[in-house]
């Protein structure tokens, strides 16, 4: 069980921080008007939203350190796979069986679609 809680909290984790290190590498010129309706605001900072040139770099590196921290920190519990290809990998080299394919393939698809869901805001995204 407990492997089976620490994919799911490393891939919600992961989805999470991953989240925030790519939206946290672009940067919006122009804050929109208050007095403009929701999605006029959506419309203006996706038009506004800009990717500087450190923006693909940091993107990568901090996904890059999630990942490998979030590894780090479940590979003595769960072997660390916090992705469904890899654990498929594990299952056709023969590491593990079927029924924990099964179990840590869905423990990684709620643990990403949890960590995507607390990502969300109700505010405009800029």
């Known amino acids: 069980m407990q492997n089976v809680l620490a994919e799911f909290v490393g891939v919600a984790l992961f989805a999470f921080f991953g989240g925030a290190c790519d939206a946290n590498s672009v940067s919006s010129g122009e ?15 996706f038009a506004t939203a800009v990717v500087e040139q ?8 901090g996904n890059g ?3 490998a921290v979030l590894i780090y920190a479940t590979a003595g519990i769960s072997g660390g796979h916090l992705n469904p290809a890899v654990t498929t990998a594990m ?10 394919l099964w179990v840590y393939i869905a423990a990684q698809l ?10 969300l805001s109700p505010r405009v995204p800029c």
């Open 31 to 45: 804050r929109p008007l208050p007095s403009t309706s929701y999605s006029a605001q959506r419309q203006q900072c």
């Open 54 to 61: 450190s923006g693909l770099p940091t993107a990568a590196l």
């Open 65 to 67: 350190l999630c990942l």
């Open 91 to 100: 299952y056709f080299t023969k590491r593990i069986g079927s029924r924990r």
């Open 110 to 119: 709620l643990g990403a679609v949890v960590g995507a869901l607390s990502a």
